[in-house]
Structure formats: C-alpha cells, structure tokens
C-alpha cells in the first residue's frame, strides 16, 4: 500500500480563504517535505521538516506555514490563499541516510 | 544559492532511439538523484550517485556523476513508451536536507 499519502486530492477555494493540505507517511521517516509544481519551475521547496514539532522554511516560504504534528503527519496551511497559490503541492517523506525521498501523489489546488 | 540546470527541457524521441538528459550546476553536491513523474503522480527515484565520478548501470539506464560532483547525465537505451515521463535531478549542497530540483527535461516517445 502506498507509503505516502495525501489529502484531499483535488481542492477548489476562494480567495482570502483557509486552506489545509495534509500529508501522511508509514515509511517512519524523520525528514518530510512540501513543494509546490508550477510549469517550467520543476519542484520548489516551501516547507520542511526534520521530526514531530520541528518545521523548517524552504525557497518559497511565503504565504504558508507548516505543522508536524507527529512522524506521521506534515501539514501545509494557507491562511489566507491567493489565486498565485494554484499548483500542484506534492509531500515527499525523505530517508535521511540515503537522501531519497518518496512522494505522495500530489493535490491539485485551484483557488478563485 | 543551490541551482540545478537541466538539458534539454523538451524531448520527442522515436521507441527504439536513445535518450540523454543532462544535470549541471556551478556549486558540488554530495549526491544527486534522479527522478522521474508520469502525469498525475509523485516522482519516484530512479537513481542515487555519492561518488565522484560513479557510473551506475541499470538494464536499459546508465548515470554518471561528474568528476567534480557538477554534472550528471542519465542515459536510456532503446527507448519505450513507458519511459515517457519527466526526470529530475536534484541534490542537497546545504548539508540540511534541503533540496533543490532542476527544472526537468520532458520526454516523449513515439511508438
């Protein structure tokens, strides 16, 4: 079964809006990751983590904050979204021995 | 500031043809790996190089870490359908696990 998971899959909201993007991994890595996928700009990295209550800020922090709640969960939280916000974020949990890191199947945001 | 360019951002191959992408940068990485996405999925790993220099061989892929830990290029042989898809490379200079993509070079195959 698959080792990273995300939710919800696909999400529409309005702007000035509240918006949670959760994130669940069973590989029990210490590291996990947000990103975010735009055409032409591959990954880049909003936020990070190294273990439950630790959040890091990654290249494009702005306009979000992160929860690690447990080694399990990595959440990713918009306040307040803007229609700049619509993307694809993909979370990735990462072994920190090897570096490799194994993703979830991505959320599609759309914000109006 | 860590940056990953890669090469080329667009390819059509035919099935059966080969197929190179290149990775570069001006800073080392300790490692880097690569990826690659299908439509509608994370990307997965394909490969991780640590050794200046390494060459990694697997069926129809061979990766190359530049001497200088630089550049890298991932080489697939005979070309499928089914390798169709994005690939990425990415690394970590920072010491910090944070990690930088590259842009990613897409690649179509025509059967």
């Known amino acids: 079964e698959a080792a990273v998971t995300q939710s919800p899959r696909n999400k529409v909201a309005v702007t000035g809006g509240k918006v949670t993007l959760s994130c669940n991994q069973t590989n029990n890595h210490n590291n996990m990751y947000w990103y975010r996928q735009d055409t032409g700009h591959g990954l880049r990295l909003i936020h990070y983590s190294y273990g439950a209550g630790s959040t890091e800020k990654g290249d494009i922090p702005d306009g979000y904050k992160a929860s690690r709640p447990s080694q399990e969960n990595f959440s990713l939280i918009l306040e307040l979204a803007t229609p700049s916000q619509t993307s694809v974020y993909f979370c990735?949990?990462?072994?920190?021995?090897?570096?490799?890191?194994?993703f979830g199947p991505g959320t599609r945001l759309t914000v109006l | 500031t860590q940056r990953l360019e890669q090469s080329p951002r667009f390819l059509s191959i035919q099935e059966g043809q080969d197929f190179t992408a290149r990775c570069s940068s001006s800073?080392?990485?300790?490692?880097l790996y690569w990826y690659r996405q299908v439509p509608r999925e994370g990307p997965v790993i394909l490969v991780t190089l640590v050794k200046s220099g390494e060459v990694k061989e697997q069926r129809r892929m061979t990766a190359k870490f530049g001497e200088a830990r630089k550049n890298s290029s991932l080489f697939i042989a005979r070309a499928q359908p089914g390798d169709a898809g994005i690939y990425f490379c990415?690394?970590?200079?920072?010491?910090?696990?944070?990690?930088?993509f590259g842009a990613g070079t897409r690649l179509k195959v025509i059967a």
């Open positions: 990415t690394g970590d200079n920072t010491g910090n696990y944070k990690y930088v």
């Open positions: 800073t080392t990485f300790p490692q």
């Open positions: 990735a949990s990462g072994d920190a021995g090897t570096g490799e890191q194994y």
